[in-house]
């Protein structure tokens, strides 16, 4: 099986994983993420079939979308053995989508291949900017988060844990918490270039809206 249809096959399999998601990390969250990985490897010389299949594959084993991540990953690496992948292919794949996640950059951040920061950016992208509020309020609504209380200050120095804890979050503190943060935090020159304006964008959309929270009747 040549690249092209390894590709194709592993774009096909993350269709079928990632169709029904409800909470912002669905198959168009899915191709964009590969559309700017494929940007990024225009001027960065990294692994491009690691690369593009990590960016299909991110979130198909994401532990806080799926029940039992480790049987996912398991059954990831075999179908990727399946298309023939090399075993260094595949294990490189699956480290990368185990250890992108903003949570695991928490504590002791994990060292990524070339391929790895690429996708790590672009998913990081895909969470700012435009696109990455209309995906908090996604996915804080289906969480049934509160949208926003100025008597709750966003959280600082957490760990995994309590960031994950959404009983104690906002969507709007989650600005401060992870999306915010996210621009300083991109690993290629490309991504960083793209960060700044989606930042921007976040920043006016929190003035605005804090500034319609307080209007006095």
Known sequence: MNEEKQISAIKQYSYDKMKNDSTGHNFDHIQRVVATAEQILQTEPADKLVTLAAAYLHDVADDKLVQDPQKLEQEIHSFLLDINLSKKQADEILY??????????????????????????????????????????????????????????????????????????????????????????????????????????????????????????
Do not use: C
């Open 96 to 217: 990368i989508t185990h250890n992108l996640s903003f949570s695991k950059s928490l504590n002791s951040p994990p060292k990524l291949s070339l391929s790895g920061q690429i996708v790590q950016d672009a998913d990081r992208l895909d969470a700012i900017g435009a696109i990455g509020i209309t995906r908090a309020i996604y996915y804080g609504g289906k969480h049934s988060e509160t949208i926003y209380d100025p008597e709750i200050p966003p959280r600082k120095n957490l760990n995994k844990s309590e960031y994950r804890n959404l009983k104690n979050e906002t969507i709007i503190n989650h600005f401060y918490e992870k999306l915010l943060k996210l621009t300083e935090m991109m690993n290629t020159t490309t991504a960083k270039k793209i960060a700044q304006a989606r930042h921007q964008y976040m920043l006016d959309f929190l003035t605005e809206f804090k500034s319609e929270w307080n209007i006095k009747k």
